[in-house]
């Protein structure tokens, strides 16, 4: 079979390259190529959303989509939300806040996706916000806290727009 | 899992994409990956050549054509969920894209893979045979185009030869005065459904349908059509009791039975979600 191919990416504003089997998954790839540990891979076959990065700006399934397919991409992962000084991100402060997290296994995906939603509908109410994390299993939380620490985070976003 | 190993194809044009297929037989086609993508990762399929539509940019896009709306085969389903276009001429489509995976997965999957892929209780599909659709395909032998009632050849597998690809999904919308309803029933937010229902409404002048459509997903290999509820509602008033009768035919199909649901539990849904398809039809204030 081939050799591996060449794969040319930013990732959270660096430039990355890398080699990887056609068949590597991008989830595997940001693990295993580039060291970036934070996206988690569950279920490996779309259903979890652990693996959830976003990728041109829109949330994907990280485990759904080869690394290759990513070549010249722009690809936004958890490392890449806190700023430079280490000051978390108002998503990932709601979640400390709410205690929105327990093994923090389904964090990162969950925190991907809610980056998307608040872009798009921050002034989301907590049906659609429900339906919105409806790809993303928790095993620990049970939802409530995280649906809470969306609406929080939201509501900070949007404050800060507004002002 | 990881997939087994494959050759990977990029082709840039849709002329490279069906040279490869016709040169390599048994190659699969790779759109928004929702579906082939866990297949692959699951070992349910093991190609050795696996040709990404994802870099062809020709494939994509939302087109009014002579009254008709032109949907790329590559368009994301999120795209659809958007696009103006289709909230304007298919608007029963945008209220299906809702029940259409998670936000994740419609970034991704595209109208030509849910087609291609033909789960039966795929929305998509249901809403392709709800309007007539008609599916253009094309190979190195050059290009067709198949009704949608043609297009399931039987269980999951469309009748495209072994050397097509499909281009682009064409909808003629309904004008005058149409109301429309979908609605579903699934264990999960977001999973295959159990029994999907869809219909359109056409009104006359003097305020009877004129034009009626209704799709059942989920209950057999492929979308059903109801002619005979259709025929009922057609000329009707689109009274209640009108609307029990067109939904008692629901009731009177041939429905598969798997791991899911049994087949009369099928039949019972098929009956009340048409009935709701259609109640919500007329509480919607028709456009
Ligand atoms: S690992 Fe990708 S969805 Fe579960
Ligand atoms: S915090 Fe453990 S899976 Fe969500």
């Known amino acids: 079979m081939d050799d591996t191919i060449a794969v040319a990416l930013r990732v959270n504003g660096r430039t990355f390259q890398g080699r990887c089997e056609p068949r590597t998954h991008l989830a595997d790839f940001l693990r295993h190529e580039l060291g970036l540990t934070g996206t988690h891979v569950g279920c490996e076959h779309g259903v979890c959303g652990a693996c959830t990065v976003l990728v041109d700006g829109r949330a994907v399934r990280g485990c759904l989509m080869l690394a290759a397919q990513a070549d010249g991409a722009e690809v936004r992962t958890v490392e890449g939300l806190a700023a430079a000084d280490g000051t978390l991100h108002p998503l990932q402060a709601a979640f400390v806040e709410a205690h929105a997290l327990q093994c923090g296994f389904c964090t990162p995906g969950i925190l991907m996706t809610l980056v998307e939603v608040l872009n798009d509908t921050p002034d989301a109410d907590e049906a659609e916000m429900r339906e919105a994390l409806s790809g993303n299993l928790c095993r620990c939380t049970g939802y409530q806290n995280i649906v809470k620490a969306a609406l929080t985070a939201a509501k900070a976003v949007s404050g800060v727009r507004g002002a | ?287």
């Open chain 2, 1 to 287: 899992m990881k997939p087994a190993p494959f050759r990977y194809h990029a082709p840039r044009s849709v002329a490279d994409a069906v040279g490869l297929l016709a040169e390599r037989p048994g190659a699969r086609l790779l759109s928004g990956g929702q579906s082939l993508m866990p297949m692959l990762n699951l070992r349910y399929v093991m190609p050795d050549d696996v040709i990404d539509l994802n870099r062809i940019d020709t494939l994509a896009g939302i087109a009014e054509e002579g009254g008709r709306v032109r949907i790329g085969g590559m368009t994301r389903q999120r795209d659809l969920e958007r696009s103006p276009v289709v909230a304007r001429h298919l608007p029963v489509m945008r209220e299906a894209l809702r029940w259409v995976g998670h936000i994740q997965t419609r970034n991704r999957g595209t109208i030509g893979g849910s087609l291609c892929h033909l789960d039966p209780a795929a929305e998509l599909p249901a809403i392709a045979m709800l309007y007539d659709a008609e599916v253009s395909a094309i190979s190195v032998r050059g290009e067709r185009s198949i009704a949608m009632a043609e297009f399931p050849a039987f269980y999951m597998t469309p009748a495209l030869e072994p050397d097509e690809a499909l281009t682009a999904v064409t909808f003629t919308p309904w004008t005058g005065r149409t109301a429309f309803g979908f609605v579903e029933f699934s264990r999960r937010h977001g999973d295959f459904a159990v029994v999907s229902a869809a219909c359109l409404l056409g009104y006359g002048p003097d305020g009877r349908i004129d034009r009626a459509a209704l799709v059942l997903g989920g209950v057999g290999a492929a979308p059903l059509r109801l002619p005979d509820a259709e025929a009922r509602l057609t000329g009707s008033r689109g009274t209640s009791e009108d609307f029990t009768e067109a939904a008692a035919f629901a009731e009177r199909i041939e429905a598969m039975d798997d791991a899911h649901a049994g087949a009369d539990y099928r039949r019972h849904l098929a009956r009340v979600l048409t009935g709701r398809a259609l109640a919500q039809a007329v509480a919607r204030p028709a456009a």
